[in-house]
């Protein structure tokens, strides 16, 4: 885990202590409901928690943020950036029951107590967010239909808006979207050649 210290260097004792554990909590989760390829779990910090931490190079999120992540999977990028942001609340929600039992399982291993986690529809649920994160669960388009009114239009927080993880080019989808879109490219934070082509989207509202 020692990647994470490479690039944040300020972490607390405590923070140190759950990115730590992070890896026997998910070894152990993963041998039973599969959230991450087992042939790559040897990159297991590099591929998911260093690119969930990705989003902390580009946005500082202030205390009392309110955050959801959508299609979180294994509890991705949602367990790393709440180990980051101790002062804010993050809600994981994935339509398949069994990831969110990963996430629960892991959030209990290591003692976070500033994440709630929900088996539902990205789409469901009447609670407003200041942000919301995701990676790479969708076309930008259908995020911004899916997801516009889950946004705190009356949100005071600094950061606000649709923050994604995803690859490639996204000069089409971003036209498709109809949006104006902050581009972050993560290779200009993170040497590693696994992020060559990642890229963090900041969508600041819709």
Same mark, same amino acid.
């Given at each position: ?9 300020? =972490? %607390?004792? &405590? ?27 040897? =990159? ?5 928690? =260093? ?5 902390? %190079?580009?946005?500082?999120?202030? *205390?009392? $943020? ?6 979180? #999977? ?18 994981? @929600?994935? *339509?398949?029951?069994? /990831?969110? +039992? ?8 290591? #003692?976070? $107590? ?18 919301? @994160? $995701?990676?790479?669960? &969708?076309?930008?388009?259908?995020? +911004? ?7 705190? *239009? ?10 994604? =993880? ?11 979207? +109809? @949006?104006? &879109? ?14 060559? $082509? /990642? /890229? ?7």
């Amino acid at each position: 885990w020692e990647i994470i210290l490479k690039y944040f260097d300020d =972490l %607390t004792d &405590a923070q140190k202590q759950q990115f730590s554990a992070l890896y026997d909590a998910y070894y152990e989760w993963n041998t039973q409901i599969n959230v991450v390829s087992r042939k790559d779990f040897h =990159l297991f910090y590099e591929r998911h928690i =260093l690119h969930s931490l990705a989003i902390a %190079t580009v946005v500082d999120f202030e *205390s009392g $943020t309110r955050i959801l992540d959508v299609g979180t #999977g294994g509890g991705f990028p949602g367990i790393p950036l709440a180990i980051m942001f101790p002062e804010c609340q993050f809600h994981l @929600v994935d *339509s398949i029951g069994k /990831k969110i +039992k990963v996430v629960n399982g892991v959030v209990e291993s290591i #003692g976070l $107590t500033n994440v709630t986690a929900a088996h539902a529809r990205m789409e469901e649920g009447k609670q407003s967010y200041d942000v919301i @994160v $995701t990676r790479a669960v &969708a076309r930008l388009g259908q995020l +911004k239909h899916w997801l516009f009114r889950k946004l705190d *239009s009356k949100s005071k927080k600094s950061v606000k808006g649709l923050i994604c =993880l995803k690859g490639g080019d996204l000069t089409e989808e971003i036209i498709e979207a +109809k @949006v104006k &879109a902050n581009l972050y490219n993560v290779a200009d934070s993170f040497g590693e050649e696994f992020f060559e $082509t /990642k /890229k963090v989207v900041w969508i600041p509202k819709f």
